[in-house]
């Protein structure tokens, strides 16, 4: 899309680099492609709202940029849709699996340049509840981990080492299972867990050793679930998954699916987390995959996943 407008999302909380820095080198390749571009800057409540209106205002199809971590991405994913422009990504975050995962580079100049000369792929988006999601969405125990997670960074940093403590501090904390009951493209189980994950990217489940990571290369959503655990043997299970050692069926229960609805009787309400934000949504909990529904601006030729 060499002639695309570009409208940037630049998120200064992303990650632990110099917002000063990131935005240079944006411009200089930019600069250097002589592309016509925007830069915003707006709070994250704000980001759906403020890309709206630029793009009703630009009356072209471009590119809508997300240059942050996971939150700026998924508004901006969701503004994307909304307009029917594509997405670009610039990561910023700390982990970035989805910018990995397409093979896009993490360095900011890097990054950019795939906007000027990369070209589009269409890839798969989630929901629940309505709610869009590129990586995951989870309910029980990884939402409390990822809120307590930021809890932690807020006060400490964005580093992984913090990251990790926080994890192993909410594990050995956790109680709760849940009685829960799925369908599962049309077949029903009932499940007691502390948690269910949907995942949605491959490079996140391949981290972990699992061969269900196949289903989201197919588009099809990976659902995990541990069985009820004692604090012990979830920090042993934490891990395995570190270790990339997990076992299917005997670690954790894995199934793949297109389309699944979730239960908790007698609950009308959940937290769940959904690419990292948490949102409350009413039960049950609907979650489906939309293949081939976003267009992403990608290398020519991905760099290798690590």
Known sequence: ????????????????????????????????????YEIVSPEPGAIATTLAERVARTGRTGVLVAAGGDGTLNAVAGAALDAGWALGIVPLGTFNFYARDLGIPLEAGAATQVLVDGTTRAVAVGRINGHLFLNNASFGLYRQLLEDREEVKHRFGRYRLIAGIAALWTLWRHR????LRLDIDGRVEKWRTPMVFFGLNALQLEKLALQIATCAAEDR?????????????????????????????????CRCATQV???????HRARVAVDGESVECRLPLSVEVKPRALRVLVPRQPEVRE
Do not use: C, F
Not at 9 to 36: C, P
Not at 176 to 179: A, F, I, L, T
Not at 221 to 237: D, H, M, N, Q, T
């Open 1 to 36: 899309m060499p002639d695309a407008p570009l409208i940037i999302v630049l998120n200064a909380g992303s990650g632990h680099d110099d917002k000063d820095q990131s935005e240079s080198a944006i411009r200089a390749v930019l600069d250097a492609a002589g592309r016509t």
């Open 261 to 267: 609805t979730m239960d908790w009787p007698g609950h």
């Open 221 to 253: 959503l990976a659902i995990l679930a541990p069985p009820p655990l004692p604090r012990w043997r979830l920090l042993w299970l934490a891990l395995k998954g570190a270790a990339h050692q997990l076992e299917e069926g005997r670690d954790i229960a």
């Open 176 to 179: 709760r299972n849940y009685r």
